[in-house]
């Protein structure tokens, strides 16, 4: 098995009917890694991996779209599975934000406050990140298995480029791009379009490119439609429950 990476949500802002926030399960052979936890994300989650096998948990940022199961987790290993120490590696603003909420995550979690330009390995995947172009820190995670990649931008406008994370020039497997405004709504919020979403994906030399965190109501068509007007290898529009091979 190379790297999978399995769609737990993909709802930008708040979850539509019968659907979840961003959250997203990548795994090795032996490996398991959950980004991003938002909300309806952790019972998506039990559906690929038993929380005692996850190896560990990364949080993009603090709004609460990507990170309000991060204390349901914590709860559910300190008085359900019993598990002590799984990794979190976050922002310094989730793990206060978590801390605030659960009266002290620890030693349940064993947090790793990650920022810009930071490196690190869990289990066979190697991963770094790249702080994006949102109101609160925010940071962007490429990992690496086996000589293939992924990035996933987390929520970002148009003034973040990925290629402090392509630093090889061998370009990307997948680029997993939120693309939450409609073409009209362009620079209306701290987000990108389609079509920005796609000049992102072509500027990093990506293979593929995989469009999440649309808005409950957008029409995925005409996303994927405006991304291939400044892209042009395969794009596809996230749906809860697929899995990419990478
Ligand atoms: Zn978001
Ligand atoms: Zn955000």
Do not use: K
């Not at 810009?116 to 298995?145: K, M, N, Q, Y």
């Not at 290629?163 to 620079?187: H, I, K, P, S």
């Amino acid at each position: 098995m190379g790297l999978t990476l399995t769609i737990l949500g993909c709802d930008g802002t708040y979850a539509g009917p019968g659907g979840a926030c961003s959250g997203y399960l990548l795994r090795s052979a032996t490996t398991s890694v959950w980004i991003d936890a938002g909300s309806g994300t952790l019972s998506a989650l039990q559906r690929h991996v038993a929380l005692a096998d996850l190896d560990a948990v990364i949080v993009t940022h603090v709004h609460p779209d990507h990170c309000l199961e991060l204390p349901v987790l914590r709860n559910a290993l300190r008085f359900g599975v019993g598990i002590e120490g799984l990794r979190v590696v976050s922002t310094a603003e989730v793990r206060d934000l978590v801390d605030q909420i659960t009266g002290g995550a620890a030693p349940t979690f064993g947090w790793e406050v990650a920022t810009s330009g930071d490196s690190l390995d869990i289990g066979d995947l190697h991963c770094s990140f790249a702080r994006t172009d949102h109101p609160v820190e925010t940071l962007a995670v490429r990992v690496g298995h086996g000589g293939r990649s992924l990035v996933y931008t987390s929520d970002t406008g148009p003034r973040f480029t990925l290629a402090g994370l392509v630093l090889d020039g061998g370009g990307v497997d997948l680029v997993l791009c939120e693309a939450t405004l409609a073409a009209e709504r362009e620079g209306d919020a701290p987000h990108l379009s389609g079509r920005q979403a796609g000049t992102m994906a072509a500027a990093a030399g990506a293979r593929r490119l995989v469009l999440t965190h649309l808005a409950p109501g957008s029409d995925p068509v005409a996303r994927q439609a405006e991304a291939a007007t400044t892209y042009d290898g395969p794009i596809t529009v996230a749906i809860a429950g697929d899995t990419h091979e990478i």
